[in-house]
């Protein structure tokens, strides 16, 4: 089946620290990754994404790469904020299908 | 407005009441999704609709669930004769075309707990 495996919880940093998510993914069909993210108090927003492989998805200094070799979509940020604590989800649609799947999120807290 | 919207944000309820959950899309979004998030998880999928047509309805876990979309617009979730297990976050999504590599837009979720 398909599925998404990220990095577990919860993960504290200092603020201008290095940031490294980890989010690996089993998928029977040729699949587009995605991270989204939670703000306290908000809704799911869509952070990043990335379509075929090698492909890098980009947004807000963060980074991920699509790996079709080791099946992975790890996300980074060179120098974390206060403001980027959050609930950080990886996911993946199949093509050809309409369901995201999503791994069991990663809550990050930066301290200042 | 710019956003997806649900309603009502929070609803606690006893068991064994119905519920009805909405969800207003993007303005023009084809496609319209209902996902559940149990506390620790990621969302999982129940149902899309494209236009007012029920497309998949795998993700439904029992016949006690069931959605709508008669206008091809505003969505209503029904869960009927609520247990104390379906207390979860509810996310609603839309999306501008078919294609499923486009990007699902996330409304902010009806928090439900049935006592």
């Known amino acids: 089946g398909n599925s998404v495996t990220q990095m577990e919880g919860p993960v504290t940093l200092s603020e201008e620290a290095f940031l490294t998510i980890n989010c690996t993914y089993t998928a029977t069909g040729y699949p587009s990754l995605f991270w989204y993210v939670q703000y306290p108090g908000e809704g799911l927003q869509l952070l990043l994404k990335?379509?075929?492989?090698?492909d890098k998805g980009s947004n807000k200094g963060f980074e991920a790469t699509y790996r079709k070799e080791t099946t992975s979509f790890h996300l980074e940020k060179g120098s974390v904020q206060v403001s980027d604590s959050a609930v950080y989800f990886c996911a993946l649609i199949i093509q050809g299908a309409q369901k995201l799947v999503f791994g069991q999120g990663t809550r990050l807290t930066i301290n200042p | 407005g710019a956003g997806v919207s649900q309603s009502p944000r929070y609803k606690v309820t006893k068991r064994g009441q119905d519920v009805a959950l909405r969800c207003d899309p993007i303005?023009?979004?084809?496609?319209l999704y209902w996902y559940r998030q149990a506390l620790g998880q990621g969302p999982e999928f129940l149902t899309y609709f494209n236009y007012e047509a029920q497309q998949d309805k795998s993700g439904l876990p029992n016949d006690r669930f069931s959605a709508e979309r008669p206008e091809g617009s505003i969505s209503t979730l029904t869960i009927q004769r609520t247990e104390q297990r379906d207390s979860a976050m509810y996310r609603c999504?839309?999306?501008?075309?078919?294609?499923?590599?486009?990007?699902?837009?996330f409304g902010p979720g009806t928090r439900l707990l049935v006592l």
């Open positions: 999504a839309s999306k501008n075309g078919q294609g499923g590599r486009e990007t699902q837009y």
């Open positions: 990335a379509t075929k492989a090698d």
């Open positions: 303005s023009g979004h084809v496609s």
